[in-house]
């Protein structure tokens, strides 16, 4: 399951995320995009119907019973009381730099 990324793909993923990375955090986190990477195998693999269905082993077996809680509403907290900690808020909300359409 474990695959081979070079420093190389770590680049070009950075660049696509906009992240300047040093080649010792290059170095640092090639081993972290695998575990990822291997994750997301894990997760792309049959569901347990599908398996069934197909005649594969499923990779977790499924709990007898599915457990739920209750959904129960709670108070929030109170609008004042959140925004007396923000650096800034207008009309209720919290302001924050713009971060979607700020191509530079």
Do not use: C, Q, Y
Request: net charge negative; proline share 9%; aromatic share 4%.
């Amino acid at each position: 399951m474990s695959h081979t990324t070079d420093l190389e793909s770590v680049r070009a993923l950075a660049r696509l995320a906009r992240l300047e990375l040093s080649e010792e955090e290059l170095l640092r986190f090639a081993p972290e995009l695998e575990r990822i990477l291997d994750a997301f195998e894990v997760l792309a693999r049959p569901t347990p119907a599908a398996a069934r269905a197909s005649g594969a082993t499923p990779a977790l077996p499924m709990p007898a019973v599915a457990r739920t809680r209750e959904d129960v509403p709670v108070p929030s907290l109170e609008r004042d009381a959140l925004l007396s900690s923000a650096s800034s808020s207008a009309d209720g909300f919290f302001v924050v730099p713009k971060t979607v359409g700020n191509e530079r």
